[in-house]
């Protein structure tokens, strides 16, 4: 076996349409997912405590009532 062999890319894409776009929707839900999560951690740990910290006239300016 030659050394070249095994640093070559063997990715085989589909060709039919309805077979790619389902696996790019699925890598959409995939990254969407990831960032639903990143976005609660953000929100609920991150940002309550810091609202939590904030006086009343800053907190009324940038949280709706």
């Known amino acids: 076996m030659h050394s070249l062999a095994l640093f070559?890319?063997?990715v085989h894409?589909?060709?039919?349409?309805?077979?790619?776009?389902l696996m790019f929707t699925r890598w959409i839900h995939?990254?969407?997912g990831i960032t639903?999560?990143?976005l609660l951690y953000f929100f609920n740990?991150?940002?309550?405590p810091f609202q939590k910290e904030l006086d009343a006239a800053t907190k009324g300016k940038s949280c709706p009532p």
């Open 30 to 32: 995939f990254l969407a």
């Open 13 to 21: 894409v589909p060709s039919d349409f309805n077979t790619n776009f």
């Open 36 to 38: 639903w999560i990143g």
């Open 8 to 10: 070559s890319p063997n």
């Open 45 to 48: 740990l991150v940002n309550v």
